[in-house]
């Protein structure tokens, strides 16, 4: 990843944080952001602290201006985007206790708003500067295919995300693709004793350099795909 350039939002905790430590470990020059500008501070100066480089600017993937912003200033740095990460979500209530038919719908609207829409401003906004054989990746879960109660607006929200994918894969000539991480412990998803973001950031890492890109194009790559390929 020496001398490319990394977008990442939602990069001020958890997989995105940790993906964000993993891809300055490999070289990369990142642009973070997020709605939580003082935990965003924390990560960019414990990347730096270790050698790489970062910029943390404060955005809301459900502002496209924002976004816009964001890109703008990452294109600034090495003239074009090699890699984008869409990881900014949101959750509201607690994994299997909000069924579809209980939940607001100004909770339903923002998660949409949030984990679908932001994905696709993400992309758009991202692609006047992508490079040609630039990769997004669209972090994703099994909630996307397979229904389980109680999961409510945030499995139709991932679902969405994926179709936005898979649709911007065979539009554009980047990469677009799907990574599952299988269950991690985060504040979303509060899924204690599960793997920690930390554990899976090198799957990401593979995705964006490793994987052949026809292979992850338009596809979801998941914690088999990897294991396979880096045992």
């Known amino acids: 990843m020496d001398g490319k350039t990394a977008v990442i939002t939602g990069a001020s905790r958890g997989i995105g ?25 924390d990560v960019v100066d414990e990347i730096e602290g270790d050698g790489g480089t970062a910029l943390g600017l404060r ?47 100004s909770s339903f609207d923002d998660t949409m708003r949030t984990n679908a829409r ?28 397979e229904a389980k109660p109680g999961v409510g607006s945030y499995a139709v929200s991932k679902a969405a995300a994926e179709a936005i994918a898979r649709q911007f894969a065979v539009e554009l000539e980047q990469t677009v693709g799907v990574v599952d991480p299988g269950l991690v412990s985060t504040s979303l998803t509060r899924e204690r004793g599960r793997r920690e973001p930390e554990d899976v950031a090198p799957m990401y890492r593979w ?13 979801v790559v998941g914690l088999k795909e990897w294991k396979r390929a880096t045992r």
Do not use: Q, W
């Not at 993906?19 to 003082?38: I, K, Q, S, W, Y």
């Open 59 to 105: 955005a809301d993937v459900r502002d496209e201006f924002d976004v816009e912003r964001v890109m703008e200033r990452a294109a600034r740095i090495g003239g074009e985007i090699d890699l984008v990460v869409a990881n900014a979500a949101v959750k509201h209530g607690e994994s299997g206790e909000l069924p579809l038919e209980e939940e607001a719908y």
């Open 17 to 41: 944080a940790a993906v964000a430590r993993e891809f300055a470990d490999a070289g990369a020059n990142l642009v973070l952001c997020a709605r939580d500008t003082e935990r965003l501070d």
């Open 118 to 145: 932001g994905v696709f401003v993400t992309v758009k906004e991202a692609l006047p500067h992508l490079a040609p054989d630039a990769r997004v990746l669209v972090p994703s879960g099994l909630v996307a295919r």
């Open 207 to 219: 995705a964006a350099t490793e994987l052949a890109a026809a292979e992850f194009d338009g596809a």
